[in-house]
T-cell receptor, first 113, second 109 residues
Framework: EADIYQTPRYLVIGTGKKITLECSQT?????MYWYQQDPGMELHLIHY???????EKGDLSSESTVSRIRTEHFPLTLESARPSHTSQYLC????????????FGEGSRLTVL | GQNIDQPTEMTATEGAIVQINCTYQ??????LFWYQQHAGEAPTFLSY??LDGLEEKGRFSSFLSRSKGYSYLLLKELQMKDSASYLC??????????WGAGTKLIIKP
């Protein structure tokens, strides 16, 4: 069973609010990822990190930011939420094994009114 | 551009066999993954193929043909709990995952 946790699971907020989605893993994985997924659509990579103090933007243009101060923690922050940010956000991690299997958290479903 | 194609939805009967196809066009290839995702839950890893051929794991098998840019996931002895979306993903030349939109599999009694 994967040890990767996301909070909150569900969040409903108003436009303009600042929010942080938390992601923590206890597997000691260096590589961590944030994906955005809308119903029936593919996962889109918005940010990733290959280790402490390393962060990169993914393919999907995003107004969010991330930080990686500790190996186990990879929070995602939206400074000013908009209705277009309504989506499911999935955090994932992987170790250095050959298959590169991703372990996913249970997701944070965000609704911006 | 990079592209992963899989059927949007499939229906099968409990106890039967179903094959879910995936075709891809990517810049480079470093492996293909299949993940299962139940509604409202996170994706979970099913299989990984990097060489041509069939990989069998219990009721699930995955096949890859790199020359054809093609893979399939074969599910045998279908159970109601197999109702889920099945996601195909390819690792490209930069070792980034390109995801398909998923195939929603509906199992009927």
């Amino acid at each position: 069973e994967a040890d990767i946790y996301q909070t909150p699971r569900y969040l409903v907020i108003g436009t303009g609010k600042k929010i942080t989605l938390e992601c923590s893993q206890t597997m000691g994985h260096d590589k961590m990822y944030w994906y955005q997924q809308d119903p029936g659509m593919e996962l889109h990579l918005i940010h990733y990190s290959y280790g402490v103090n390393s962060t990169e933007k993914g393919d999907l243009s995003s107004e969010s930011t991330v930080s990686r101060i500790r190996t186990e923690h990879f929070p995602l922050t939206l400074e000013s939420a908009r209705p277009s940010h309504t989506s499911q956000y999935l955090c994932a991690s992987r170790g250095g094994e050959d298959t590169g299997e991703l372990f996913f958290g249970e997701g944070s479903r965000l609704t911006v009114l | 551009g990079q592209n992963i194609d899989q059927p949007t939805e499939m229906t099968a009967t409990e106890g039967a066999i179903v094959q879910i196809n995936c075709t891809y066009q990517t810049s480079g290839f470093n492996g293909l993954f299949w993940y299962q995702q139940h509604a409202g839950e996170a994706p979970t890893f099913l299989s990984y193929n990097v060489l041509d051929g069939l990989e069998e794991k219990g009721r699930f098998s995955s096949f890859l043909s790199r020359s054809k840019g093609y893979s399939y996931l074969l599910l045998k002895e279908l159970q109601m709990k197999d109702s889920a979306s099945y996601l195909c993903a390819v690792k490209d030349s930069n070792y980034q995952l390109i995801w398909g939109a998923g195939t929603k599999l509906i199992i009927k009694p």
